[in-house]
């Protein structure tokens, strides 16, 4: 699992490769709620995720709380077909829980 940044002006993309499970979450929490906080525009590019799982789900919803409760929109840039299954199985739009934008910035 790693998380880098891809700046674009006032926009940071943070880019999450790999495993974002219950057995990740907590180690990831700090990190997206960190980049919420700072950034005027937080964005998650999730096109590397290899796995998600209801705890990825459960931590995107409270990274868009937080940035909700701060005056900001939460955005994804791109979503891999893991990110995408899940919330197809789960019945939960992707675009009701996030803005999306575009393809993401992950090479």
Do not use: C, W
């Not at 929490?29 to 998600?52: G, I, S, W, Y």
């Amino acid at each position: 699992m790693s998380i880098g940044e891809a700046r674009q002006g006032q926009a940071v993309a943070l880019a999450v490769e790999g495993e974002l499970t219950i057995y990740r979450a907590a180690e990831l929490k700090d990190a997206l709620l960190d980049a919420v906080r700072q950034h005027a525009a937080p964005a998650f590019d999730l096109t590397a995720v290899t796995e998600f799982d209801s705890a990825g789900l459960q931590l995107l919803l409270v990274a868009r709380q937080e940035a909700a409760s701060l005056g900001k929109a939460l955005r994804v840039q791109g979503a891999s077909a893991a990110v995408r299954n899940v919330f197809e199985l789960l019945g939960v739009p992707f675009d009701g829980i996030v803005e999306t934008t575009g393809e993401g910035t992950a090479a």
